[in-house]
């Protein structure tokens, strides 16, 4: 299978997986990985995994290992963030999205890009470059529940 094939048949994959992006409307961006996961990838690493769990699998940065929508937004303020009305570009800022089930169990994390794009890791799989927030939105990450912003070159801790 040519290298072409392949990447038709991963983007096929995404489409089925994450209904609401459409072609043409994302880019993948780079390759697997299983080295780090989305909520990793919104804080800009891509060396570990992080999750509210017990090392040695994943990092957290705070003692708090809690799956609630506070304990990743407390998780976040660490890295200089605080809640945002709106996901709109903003001169200055950097953001990220939170995703959650309908329970309020966080499942996902976006972070805008410069040109007003978003970026997500998607699991195991590729990250993407998507326009909007609702393109990855549905029965696997639930839906936005946070936007949340940081001055552009804030220190990470």
């Not at 072609?23 to 961006?29: A, D, K």
């Not at 690493?45 to 699998?57: I, Y």
Request: charged share 20%; aromatic share 12%; hydrophobic share 35%.
């Amino acid at each position: 299978m040519g290298a072409g094939q392949q990447s038709d048949i991963a983007m096929a994959d995404l489409d089925r997986i994450f209904p609401q992006l459409q072609l043409g409307t994302y880019s993948v961006t780079s390759p697997e990985s299983v080295y780090y996961n989305c909520i990793a990838w919104a804080a800009g690493e891509t060396d570990r995994r992080w999750w509210p769990m017990e090392p040695p699998f994943f990092y957290w940065p705070t003692a708090e290992r809690d799956a609630t929508v506070d304990c990743f937004v407390r998780a976040f303020a660490l890295l200089g963030y605080e809640a945002c009305d709106h996901c709109a570009l903003e001169l200055g800022y950097e953001k990220v999205a939170l995703y959650a089930t309908s329970g309020n169990e966080p499942t996902h994390m976006a972070r805008q890009l410069p040109n007003g794009n978003w970026t997500s890791k998607l699991g195991k799989l590729e990250d993407i470059e998507h326009r909007t927030l609702s393109a990855v939105e549905g029965n696997d990450y639930g839906n936005v529940v946070r936007i949340l912003r940081r001055p552009l070159g804030s220190s990470r801790y």
